[in-house]
């Protein structure tokens, strides 16, 4: 009896050692075995001895808390079901007051998740006491815990319970300590809705109203979100009076964050508010942040354009855009700052299907072509990227021939990320201009990037050779690339001929079975004796790639004989990868 005993206290004996032991790995291992030992404890034990034993070990590694306070958020089935769910709270508790930020923000999230598993009377007699007291803690590590879980618990328990967890919040929000009023204001949306109307408009409104007054910028940005949950749940007047004044003061604070943020959030509080207050007060406001004196707002403001535009409403959207959008358009054009630019580059083109082709061609295009012309290589390439939406409206023609230039100097820039970006837009660009621009204009760009000194260049540039193939078909390549490329497999250097055999693996894929035989495969059979070695075994491996797509007589009778002569090679990975083609086409 006490031997079956000692054997069914087993895995804990060995949880406890493995806990106590130096290396953390093996500790943190133990505790992602947790759930196994659950299930061979079964759901008694787990309750009466495993959760009690990790309630009394929290004092780990941050690493092993973390993964801890993961696990315990799954446990519901391992301790018996909803039921139970509650045995889950004292550890989970522990782990939500630790220093360590991210082990808190895992234990709330375990909470979270568990507490919809509780009954309502579980909830009352359990969850909302652990609020409590994670609220009222000595340490704020655990009162700023408390904030994430009153949006779970409020909508399920009585309305005695509700008006305590209103009291708990509201003191939260008032806290001495700066950290606990920022959490506070970061859950403050989740919080209003989950509140009735009433109490939103008693309770809530005046702690937004002082949480965007306080003295702490990081708690005023933070109030900036709650704005857009709780004016969301409102009605016209009720913005007006309660939000409008407070979302004022934002966009005007002191604090270059706090209107980072209002910038940020500006499409969302559009949203919220409605398009009549939109027009009166928001586009305004917008006007303020696109001549923000601070580069970033200037730059969250630019990004919004494109969207705010396209949410105004239809009877107005034009005259709000040429009146008072645009001005400010034209001055963030030669912004002073490079981010800001780019910023707008990224989002500018698509103010053309909104304004249509006059407006386009009159007042955008001018910008576009100054920006196609400025220094700084993301804002041209921004402008290049979103071609498409200007296609639509005016052609590409318009923008031809100053896009040239612009191409030309991203294709041939000294950073060898621009140079990867443009030849990833090259596609889209192609199939705008058309073949016959692009056979004049830019074909041999693609050519040249064949031969880059850097391999990432060269690797993106044969996959833009199989994409253009795709959009300008077969006869295309076999008049205007192949030749190009064959011609690549006499060059000097071996790196240019083995990016000359991947072109012909990605070529032959779009242009089919006859013109790889016809123009390609001789081409590879005579590489076949090529001086160095590893254009040798890429020879093989493109053999074994055509190989699949090419008859069995052509297999036989071309690409046997060179295998078997490659196989024989002195180099050791020729010989290896002539035999792996070999088994993979099953000439053996």
Known sequence: MAEHQDDSLYPIAVLIDELRNEDVQLRLNS?????TIALALGVERTRSELILFLTDTIYDEDEVLLALAEQLGQFTPLVGGPEYVHCLLPPLESLATVEETVV??????SLRTIAAQHSP???????????????????????????????????????????ELRQHFRNLCSDDTPMVRRAAAGKLGEFAKAVEMEYLKSDLIPLFINLASDEQDS?????????????????????????????????EDKSWRVRYMVADKFTELQKAVGPDITKAELVPAFQSLLKDCEAEVRAASAHKIKEFCQNLNADCREQV????????????????????KSALASVIMGLSPILGKENTIEHLLPLFLTQL???????????????????????????????LPAIVELAEDTKWRVRLAIIEYMPLLAG????????????????????????????????????????????????????????????ANYLHRMTCLFCINLLAQECGPDATI????????TMSNDGVANVRFNVAKSLQKLGKGLDSATVNSQIKPCLDKLKTDSDIDVAHFAYEAIDALKLS
């Not at 505790?31 to 759930?35: A, C, E, F």
């Not at 645009?326 to 001055?331: D, F, G, N, Q, Y």
């Not at 290049?384 to 296609?391: F, G, H, Q």
Request: with cysteine.
């Open 31 to 35: 505790i992602k075995k947790l759930s």
């Open 104 to 109: 808190r923000d895992k234990a709330v999230d």
């Open 121 to 163: 009377s579980d909830l009352e007699n359990h969850f909302v006491p652990l609020v409590k007291r994670l609220s009222g803690g000595d340490w704020f590590t655990s009162r700023t815990s408390a904030c994430g879980l009153f949006a779970v618990a409020y909508p399920r328990v009585s309305s005695s319970v509700k008006a």
């Open 219 to 251: 708690v005023r940005l933070l109030a900036v979100e709650a704005c857009v949950s709780i004016a969301s749940l409102l009605g016209h007047e009720d913005i007006e009076a309660l939000i409008l004044p407070t979302l004022r003061l934002a966009t």
């Open 321 to 340: 855009i040429m009146t008072y959008i645009l001005p400010c358009v034209k001055e963030l054009v030669s912004d002073g700052n490079q981010h800001v």
């Open 373 to 403: 012309k400025d220094e700084c290589p993301e804002v041209r390439l921004n402008i290049i990227s979103n071609l498409d939406c200007v296609n639509e409206v005016i052609g590409i023609k318009q923008l031809s021939q100053s896009l």
């Open 432 to 491: 705008q201009l058309g073949v016959e621009f692009f056979d004049e204009k830019l074909n041999s760009l693609c050519m040249t990037w064949l031969v880059d000194h850097v391999f990432a260049i060269r690797d993106a540039a044969t996959k833009n050779l199989q994409k253009l193939v795709e959009k300008f078909g077969t006869e295309w390549a076999q008049q205007t690339v192949i030749p190009k490329v064959i011609q690549m497999s006499r060059d």
């Open 518 to 525: 016809k123009l390609m495969l001789p081409t590879i059979l």
